[in-house]
């Protein structure tokens, strides 16, 4: 099942590269309405103040970079970016839209991806959600491994909210750790969705090697920073 669910996933954010960014700017099926979508963009600014607090880096790893929406934001505080995503599409985009010489580009998929250096921050936005729990412990290791001892840890993700996704998006339960996704062509798709809360993800972190706070941003973020001890 966890094969079949980490392959449906790749696939499905391959295909919905095109219209990834719809869901962060809340277009068209992620629009819902003025005072859901301005509560979406306010609490989008917490979290841009969050990561701007952790100061300046030289070194930064983007895990899951996607279409760039954060990578754009870490070139504000990282001299050097290296970003990484299982995407090809998802890269292109993103290499389009920052056409920096600053973030060097890696296509890897993360569950087959193995740290090769070290980096003063690794950040990575909505991903941590798609790791299945028994490969959580694995993929927290080797973000550790990619950190410099005393450096620095930011990660951003979903809280559980239906109005979080597309409108023609029926919310599974939360406690099953998986959700169907549809793209605007219709076609469906299972992905891995674990949905955590503050102090289930500090304890995670901290058990890693972390020392970590977590909070929300109101409704619909969670977040977490962290220093490798």
Excluded at 67 to 88: H, K, M, P, Y
Excluded at 110 to 137: I, N
Excluded at 159 to 168: E, G, H, Q, V
């Amino acid at each position: 099942m966890t094969d079949s669910l980490i392959e449906q996933q790749m696939e499905y954010y391959r295909a919905r590269a095109g219209e990834y960014d719809d869901w962060f700017y809340r277009r068209g099926r992620y629009d819902r309405g003025e005072d859901l979508n301005q509560q979406w963009f306010r609490e989008t600014a917490v979290i841009r103040r969050a990561l701007h607090q952790l100061g300046r880096f030289d070194s930064v790893l983007e895990l899951a970079s996607g279409t760039g929406i954060w990578t754009e934001e870490l070139l504000t505080i990282g001299q050097r970016i290296v970003a990484i995503d299982a995407s090809s599409e998802m890269l292109d985009i993103n290499r389009q839209r920052l056409r920096s010489t600053r973030v060097q580009y890696r296509q890897k998929d993360l569950f087959a991806w193995e740290p090769d250096g070290e980096f003063d921050l690794v950040f990575f936005a909505f991903w941590l959600s798609h790791v299945p729990p028994e490969l959580l412990d694995a993929f927290l290791d080797k973000v550790r491994r990619s950190i410099r001892a005393g450096g620095r840890l930011f990660v951003l993700d979903s809280l559980f909210d239906p109005t979080s996704t597309a409108t023609n998006h029926a919310l599974g339960e939360k406690e099953q750790n998986w959700q169907v996704r549809k793209l605007d062509d219709g076609r469906e798709f299972r992905v891995v969705k674990v949905f955590y809360e503050p102090a289930e993800l500090e304890q995670k972190l901290e058990r890693s090697g972390f020392d970590v706070s977590a909070g929300k941003s109101g409704r619909y973020f969670i977040h977490a920073t962290g220093t490798r001890r």
